[in-house]
């Protein structure tokens, strides 16, 4: 008698999974489902090559041969199997408005990642709405840009993947006299003047701002917090 019992397991997680298991050989075929607690196991009906289908909701399924033929006398063989998850489709998307009137905008809107800076996707917003796939849990920076506007910036994380849509909606103000922008995503060293690398995409901004708009002066002030 040969006993084949094991567990179907998560490939990212290693966390075991329910799976419907069909294991088929020339003369015989059976189904059995693989548990949370015990798994699976299984008496088969004699050494000889089988055929193994796994098959679980949101996972990829898998086909294998699993060959038995070696085996003379009664045994246990404990086997895992590995699934890997079907990636869901992620979605960012939102409204980018004036900040006065309430007003959709066509505007630019680039992600870019916070840690690297490495630039994401850059699009033209359609009537004010944007929406973009994404393949990566992380934190993003968020820019919007339009002419005869200041640039806005925020953040957004980026870490459920269990949440299929995230939503961020931007505002921009009309480039005016006297006009204060508050800049977010700017960090220094603890209590130093020193710009921590996270804080260049921000900036970097700001600097595209300026050369696009020659005529505009700016003043900029601040201090690093001391907490």
Do not use: C, W
Request: proline share 4%.
């Amino acid at each position: 008698v040969i006993k084949m019992l094991g567990m179907v397991n998560d490939q990212n997680t290693k966390e075991p999974i329910t799976a419907q298991i069909t294991i088929s050989s020339d003369a015989d075929a059976f189904d059995i489902e693989a548990g949370l607690e015990d798994g699976f196991a299984q008496v088969m009906p004699g050494p000889k090559p089988y055929l193994i289908s796994i098959h679980a909701d949101g996972y990829h399924a898998k086909t294998l041969d699993f060959d038995l033929s070696a085996i003379i006398r009664d045994s246990i063989v404990v086997k895992d199997f590995y699934l890997k998850p079907i990636q869901k489709t992620i979605l960012l998307n939102g409204l980018i408005t004036h900040a006065e009137t309430g007003e959709k905008i066509m505007a630019q809107i680039e992600a870019v990642l916070k840690e690297s800076s490495q630039q994401i996707f850059d699009q033209q917003s359609e009537e004010g709405y944007y929406q973009h796939e994404i393949t990566q849990l992380d934190p993003y920076i968020l820019t919007a840009s339009a002419q005869g506007f200041l640039n806005t910036t925020d953040s957004l994380v980026i870490a459920d993947e269990s949440q299929t849509i995230y939503e961020k909606d931007l505002t921009l103000r009309p480039i005016a006299i006297g006009t204060t922008v508050r800049m977010e995503n700017v960090y220094f060293d603890f209590n130093k003047t020193t710009l921590k690398e996270t804080s260049y995409p921000a900036l970097d901004k700001v600097y595209q701002f300026l050369v696009r708009n020659h005529s505009i002066s700016v003043a900029i002030g601040g201090n690093p917090a001391t907490y």
